[in-house]
């Protein structure tokens, strides 16, 4: 159980153009959904915390601009990555938790979409 | 801010030794601190919850130590074996909002 997909799995895009990356919860409903960034070699950063039917939470130094996220239903989250440039070429991972309330619940990751943008 | 070290970078060892991964972080308020194993761009794996009222955890071949006082994390593995070959992560659940701050990893080859 606690099943959470990504897709696509890699994309290739040119410099301008938008990118959507989905993450979903296959068995359960996720009401917070995180997205995380990590470049080559390095650790992952949060990007934002998403919850279902409200705006999304962005850490301090992400553009919201740059990075729309939509949580419209209970199993799915969009990150929508806009005019794509080379330095946003990165691994791009989200995670979901159950939703439960519970202080530090588990949150369950996704496999991750790998962009690179030309 | 919460910020998660991890030490070595990079380790290399012979399959069959025993070996010590290293976390610490700078704000000892943490709900949780988890270890996670990731292999060459893939997502990531759970090996380990320890809780904060918790001291260590242990499955199979891992076992994963917590102090708490001194914002500190280990993580045990046994009898290493060439599949154990990842980079392992920690992070700590801390602050509103269940954050897991993630440390920099550790990179273990296990060689035959």
């Known amino acids: 159980g606690a099943v959470v997909s990504q897709h696509p799995s890699w994309v290739i895009c040119k410099s301008g153009t938008s990118v959507k990356i989905e993450c979903r919860s296959l068995d359960f409903q996720a009401t917070t959904m995180f997205w995380y960034r990590q470049f080559p070699k390095q650790s992952l950063m949060l990007m934002a915390t998403?919850?279902?039917?409200?705006?999304?939470?962005?850490e301090q130094g992400v553009e919201k601009d740059k990075f729309l996220i939509n949580h419209a239903s209970l199993t799915l989250s969009t990150l929508t990555v806009t005019s794509a440039h080379p330095e946003d070429s990165s691994f791009y991972i989200c995670?979901?938790?159950?939703?439960?309330?519970?202080?530090?619940?588990?949150?369950?990751f996704g496999p991750g979409t790998r962009l690179l943008v030309l | 801010k919460q910020e998660v070290t991890q030490i070595p970078a990079a380790l290399s060892v012979p399959e069959g030794e025993n070996l010590v991964l290293n976390c610490s972080f700078t704000d000892s308020a943490i709900y949780n601190l988890q270890w996670f194993r990731q292999d060459p761009g893939k997502g990531l794996t759970s090996l380990l919850l320890i809780q904060s009222s918790q001291r260590e955890q242990t499955s199979g071949r891992l076992n994963a130590s917590l102090d708490k006082s001194s914002g500190r994390s280990t993580l045990y593995i046994a009898a290493s074996q060439p599949g154990d070959s990842a980079t392992y992560l920690c992070?700590?659940?801390?602050?509103?909002?269940?954050?897991?701050?993630f440390g920099t990893g550790t990179q273990l080859k296990v060689e035959l």
């Open positions: 998403s919850n279902e039917g409200s705006k999304a939470t962005y």
């Open positions: 992070a700590a659940t801390s602050g509103g909002g269940n954050k897991l701050t």
């Open positions: 995670s979901a938790t159950t939703g439960t309330g519970a202080i530090a619940e588990t949150q369950y």
